[in-house]
Each structure stands twice: as C-alpha cells, then as structure tokens.
C-alpha cells in the first residue's frame, strides 16, 4: 500500500475526468470491503476508513479543479 503523500500526488496529475474513473472504482473497493467486513471475509477493518479518507480526498480535488483553485 503506499503512503497518503504519494496517494495525493498521483491524483494531483489527474484530470476531471479520470478522478471521476477513480472514484467510481474507490466506491466499487468500498463496496467490496464492506461486503467482506459484513461476512467476516475482512482481515484489516481499517481498510474501510482508508478507502473512506481515499474518497474523500478526490472528492475534495475534484470540486478544488472544479472551482479553478488548483
């Protein structure tokens, strides 16, 4: 897994388009962790609150380029 500094870097680069492929498949992982989480499939729960922060963070960038701050 790598770190939240590379994480925000990668998504930096991207353009509005390809941050909304990106969240599409970051809520699909969601959707996939809980699912696990649910059927006691889940070896790590704190992958759920990862994949929350990594929505979260496109969320915010995506309305940031949105806006014309970035």
């Known amino acids: 897994m790598r770190s939240t500094k590379e994480f925000l870097k990668d ?5 509005v388009d390809e941050l909304t492929k990106l ?3 970051k809520k699909l992982h969601l959707f996939e ?3 696990k989480f649910k ?6 729960p704190n992958e759920i609150t990862q ?3 990594d929505i979260s963070r ?4 995506m309305k940031e380029k949105e806006n014309g701050n970035a």
């Open 51 to 53: 994949a929350r922060r």
């Open 58 to 61: 496109v969320l915010t960038l």
């Open 23 to 25: 969240l599409k498949e």
């Open 11 to 15: 998504i930096r680069e991207k353009s």
């Open 33 to 35: 962790l809980k699912l």
């Open 39 to 44: 059927t006691q499939q889940l070896t790590n």
